[in-house]
């Protein structure tokens, strides 16, 4: 590490604070990389970049399903002192919390969708147009203008 001093100084910067149990108490709380990297004195890119290194991936993965209780949290104390006047931006804050809850925490608080499914009609339309050339071929259909007799 002797030739990497701009890791070197994010390092002492990150155990200045609190360390890797500061900086994943932060992200559990709910607090954007951004802030906490401006806290520490470092860039946004170079936190998220620690924070997802192999030692401390699955820790980080943790804590950002931490951070979505600790967002719906908020999003109800905003919701819960939004007074008349301040409806829609109390709306728009918890909604916001909400959806990113929802990215972090897929299973717990994403939205949950139904199956999927894809009717093509026009497919349907071409395999009915087959199966009816094929019985008038084979003399199982009448023909509508005999059918009148």
């Known amino acids: 590490m002797a030739g990497q001093p701009v890791r070197r100084g994010m390092l002492q910067k990150i155990k200045e604070t609190g360390g890797d149990e500061w900086l994943l108490e932060q992200v ?3 607090r954007t990389l951004a802030s906490i990297a401006e806290e520490i004195g ?7 970049g620690y924070l997802r290194e192999p030692a ?7 804590a950002q399903e931490a951070a979505a209780s600790a967002l719906v949290d908020q999003s109800l104390e905003i ?3 939004a007074e008349p006047q301040t409806v829609q931006v109390a709306k728009l804050r918890a909604d916001t919390r909400r959806w990113i809850a929802g990215k972090l925490h897929r299973e717990q608080w994403g939205e949950q969708q139904g199956p999927s499914i894809n009717i093509d009609l026009g497919g349907l339309h071409i395999d009915a147009l087959r199966q009816a050339s094929r019985a008038i071929i084979e003399g199982e259909a009448i023909p509508s203008d005999e059918a009148d007799d």
């Open 79 to 81: 919701v819960d002192g």
């Open 42 to 48: 470092i860039t946004r890119p170079k936190l998220n």
């Open 28 to 30: 559990e709380a709910g």
């Open 56 to 62: 401390r991936r699955d820790r980080y993965a943790r």
